[in-house]
């Protein structure tokens, strides 16, 4: 199927796409490992301001578009522009500088184990070098305190920490060189209810204070509803389809039919149709769907 780029009005408060150039411009992208294709002809694009949500099935490939997407894996054919840049063509000190415009929660928090709290944080500060270790160790603590935690906490090492805790140090360390852009790699994943509503409240509060873009992995379909404008959603090795939900759940295709009109998905789309948000025709699919 042809992948669909979406034009549409941001759903959560980001603005529309319209006619403005994307920060992030993937085209043609494809990756192999061996005789594994993961991606074949994927193309996606990112706009400022706004948070946009990748789903699929595990394995089809969500993490590996996020590391191609930030330079930690190479993509097999294709090209990714980040803020009007070719990747490719970067040499490894402008890789670098471009670097420092974005930053990245991993899956599994990719904490260091055998650092504080606080040297995890400020560990790429630490990197830049050019900064003396008490202002380093402020601006850290800044960020502990940005995303809900306090300086009583700074010491705790990693193994000390709840999995709500350890998800928001992940966090404050992608937030240390204050970028403009940040990947959250499945950010709810593990927390229980109230964790993660904790988290998308903090999400909220952060992209207003701090005017952030946000690529967002997640099979949370609550924190999904919560904070995306446009949703894409990867199947058949590509993009299906990148777009506001009331659109996106229009398109038959049976992982949409199967994730977003399935019992778990109409109750999510329901509780959407029930605060301020502009997406009360997903509330008529979704009873709709639940009629048929
Ligand atoms: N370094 C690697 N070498 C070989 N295969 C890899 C490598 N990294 C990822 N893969 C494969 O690429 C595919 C996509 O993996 P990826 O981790 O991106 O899935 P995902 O969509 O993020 O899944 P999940 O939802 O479970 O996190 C999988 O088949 C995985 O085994
Ligand atoms: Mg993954």
């Known amino acids: 199927m042809t992948a669909i780029i979406d034009s549409g009005a941001g759903a ?12 992030i411009e993937v085209r043609g992208l494809v990756k192999r490992f061996g005789d594994t294709v993961v991606h074949d002809g994927l193309d996606l694009e990112v706009y400022r301001d706004e948070v946009l949500s990748i789903v699929g099935g595990s394995g089809t490939g969500k993490t590996v578009l996020l590391r191609q997407i930030v330079g930690l894996e190479r993509p097999s ?3 990714i522009r980040l803020f009007g840049e070719d990747l490719a063509g970067l040499d490894p000190a402008r890789l670098q500088w471009m ?3 974005w930053g990245m929660q991993f899956q599994r928090g990719a904490l260091f184990s055998s650092l504080s709290v606080i040297d995890n ?4 500060l630490r990197e830049l070098r050019c900064l003396p270790d008490n202002l380093i160790c402020e601006a850290s603590l800044l960020k502990l305190e940005l995303v809900g935690l306090s300086a009583r906490d700074a010491d705790k090492m990693p193994a000390d920490l709840s999995g709500g805790m350890v998800k928001r140090v992940a966090l404050a360390r992608a937030l240390a060189l204050e970028p403009e852009l940040v990947f959250l790699d499945e950010p709810t994943a593990g927390l229980d209810p109230m964790a993660s509503d904790d988290y998308v409240a903090l999400i909220r509060e952060l992209r207003r204070e701090l005017k952030l873009t946000v690529v967002m992995v997640t099979h949370d379909l609550d924190t999904l509803v919560a904070l995306s404008d446009r949703v894409a959603v990867l199947a058949d090795r590509k993009v299906l389809a990148a777009l506001p939900i009331p659109q996106l759940v229009k398109i038959d295709h049976p992982f949409i039919r199967e994730y977003f009109l399935g019992e778990r998905g109409r109750r999510a789309l329901s509780a959407l149709s029930a ?18």
Not at 12 to 23: F, H, K, L, V
Not at 121 to 124: D, G, K, R, T
């Open 12 to 23: 959560n408060g980001g603005t529309s796409p319209g006619a403005r150039t994307p920060i």
């Open 77 to 79: 054919a294709g090209t």
């Open 99 to 101: 670097r420092n415009r």
């Open 121 to 124: 944080i400020a560990l790429p």
């Open 275 to 292: 605060g301020a948000n502009p997406a009360s025709d997903v509330a008529a699919v979704a009873g709709h769907a639940g009629e048929s």
